[in-house]
């Protein structure tokens, strides 16, 4: 799997688009406590916290928790990056992303609840594939493109778009995941972060940057699922930093024509021609010759049918994730009232 490296120093309404986001019936909007969720199995983990499969004692439904210890959000200086993430998601609602349901944080911990995506990831799928045909691509490509146009219609970059981030419904709809490297914009943003070779060369200029690095890697994602590999890969991130702005890029003699002009003109190194970033926007992407008798609103109402279905047993499901060891998080420290404060605003 891909490690992820941090260095710090034509739309529809919106109307539209709420009515087409999960129901939240299972979730009824109330204060939650910690308490009325049973915790099943961890799913994920990250540096600072975990994602678990938990089931609401009172409606017996199901969703994915990501608790996060507030001793090691201090320690790491992620204060103000789990803030930006909260406000973020708290703001977001869209059919190919995984909404969050809930948020509270106790002296102890953040609780954040989430849709349970019980497929898996898009990454499993494609390594086990080797690689998509053509309208696999287009098919997870057009569901990925409707929810960058969401959040950038929000002022909102994802930065983080690459398989692992992508995951299944139990339909077999995308859902992106993890908003951990989002940000919102004003004008540009001078953060270096996300996968190495899924970064923009703005990115690793220090140019500062914006919403073009989204469809930069919409780029390097298409070519991917097509070619089974990313277009730019080295051993280490600054091999893959000098192919990424070098620019040269290798096509498989089997690759479809048509893709590799959007690629082309997805992998643009100056960001104001690359294609999503000029006056039309996302409408460019969707008006190219790839996605040729795409209908853009049965897209987004969910009415194309899907490549893969995953294999799901049952909403409680979690054959698609890998095992991870579980952790006691309930043995985390709680913080002292000079520390709480740092979280008064969360």
Same mark, same amino acid.
């Given at each position: 799997?891909?490690?992820?490296y941090?260095?710090r120093?034509?739309?529809e309404?919106?109307?539209?688009?709420?009515?087409?986001?999960?129901?939240?019936?299972?979730?009824p909007?109330?204060?939650?406590?910690?308490?009325?969720?049973? !915790? +099943?199995?961890? @799913?994920?983990?990250?540096?600072?916290?975990?994602? =678990?499969? /938990?089931?609401?004692?009172?409606?017996?439904? $199901?969703?994915?928790?990501?608790?996060?210890?507030?001793?090691?959000?201090?320690?790491?200086?992620?204060?103000?990056?789990?803030?930006?993430?909260?406000? !973020? +998601?708290?703001e @977001?609602?869209?059919?190919?992303?995984?909404?969050? =349901?809930? /948020?509270?944080?106790?002296?102890?911990?953040? $609780?954040?609840?989430?849709?349970?995506?019980?497929?898996?990831?898009?990454?499993?799928?494609?390594?086990?594939?080797?690689?998509?045909?053509?309208?696999?691509?287009?098919?997870?490509?057009?569901?990925?493109?409707?929810?960058?146009?969401?959040?950038?219609?929000?002022?909102?970059?994802?930065?983080?778009?690459?398989?692992?981030?992508?995951?299944?419904?139990?339909?077999?709809?995308?859902?992106?995941?993890?908003?951990?490297?989002?940000?919102?914009?004003?004008?540009?943003?001078?953060?270096?972060?996300?996968?190495?070779e899924?970064?923009?060369?703005?990115?690793?200029?220090?140019?500062?940057?914006?919403?073009?690095?989204?469809?930069?890697?919409?780029?390097?994602?298409?070519?991917?699922?097509?070619?089974?590999?990313?277009?730019?890969?080295?051993?280490?991130?600054?091999?893959?930093?000098?192919?990424?702005?070098?620019?040269?890029?290798?096509?498989?003699?089997?690759?479809?024509?048509?893709?590799?002009?959007?690629?082309?003109?997805?992998?643009?190194?100056?960001?104001?021609?690359?294609?999503?970033?000029?006056?039309?926007?996302?409408?460019?992407?969707?008006?190219?010759?790839?996605?040729?008798?795409?209908?853009?609103?049965?897209?987004?109402?969910?009415?194309?049918?899907?490549?893969?279905?995953?294999?799901?047993?049952?909403?409680?499901?979690?054959?698609?994730?890998?095992?991870?060891?579980?952790?006691?998080?309930k043995?985390?420290?709680?913080?002292?009232?000079?520390?709480?404060?740092?979280?008064?605003?969360?």
């Amino acid at each position: 799997m891909t490690a992820t490296y941090e260095y710090r120093g034509r739309q529809e309404s919106m109307e539209t688009v709420r009515s087409l986001s999960p129901k939240r019936d299972c979730f009824p909007e109330r204060d939650y406590d910690i308490d009325d969720f049973s !915790i +099943l199995k961890t @799913i994920g983990t990250g540096t600072f916290g975990r994602v =678990l499969l /938990c089931r609401n004692k009172l409606t017996d439904q $199901y969703g994915a928790m990501k608790i996060l210890c507030l001793s090691d959000v201090i320690r790491l200086k992620q204060v103000e990056h789990v803030k930006n993430e909260k406000h !973020i +998601l708290e703001e @977001i609602k869209h059919p190919f992303i995984v909404n969050m =349901l809930w /948020c509270d944080r106790d002296d102890i911990c953040i $609780y954040m609840l989430f849709e349970y995506v019980c497929g898996g990831e898009l990454f499993s799928y494609l390594r086990n594939a080797g690689r998509f045909g053509v309208n696999t691509a287009i098919f997870y490509s057009s569901e990925i493109i409707l929810a960058l146009e969401y959040l950038h219609s929000k002022s909102i970059v994802y930065r983080d778009l690459k398989p692992e981030n992508l995951l299944l419904d139990r339909e077999g709809h995308l859902k992106i995941t993890d908003f951990g490297f989002a940000k919102k914009l004003t004008d540009r943003t001078w953060t270096l972060c996300g996968t190495p070779e899924y970064l923009a060369p703005e990115i690793i200029q220090s140019k500062g940057h914006n919403k073009a690095v989204d469809w930069w890697a919409l780029g390097v994602l298409i070519y991917e699922m097509l070619a089974g590999y990313p277009p730019f890969y080295d051993d280490n991130p600054f091999g893959i930093y000098e192919k990424i702005l070098g620019g040269r890029i290798e096509w498989p003699k089997h690759f479809d024509p048509v893709a590799k002009d959007l690629i082309k003109k997805l992998l643009v190194q100056d960001r104001t021609k690359r294609l999503g970033t000029m006056k039309s926007g996302a409408d460019d992407i969707k008006r190219h010759r790839w996605y040729k008798g795409l209908n853009w609103h049965e897209v987004l109402n969910r009415k194309l049918e899907p490549p893969i279905l995953p294999k799901v047993s049952s909403d409680s499901d979690t054959s698609n994730f890998d095992d991870y060891p579980e952790g006691d998080w309930k043995s985390a420290r709680a913080l002292e009232d000079g520390e709480l404060k740092q979280f008064e605003d969360f």
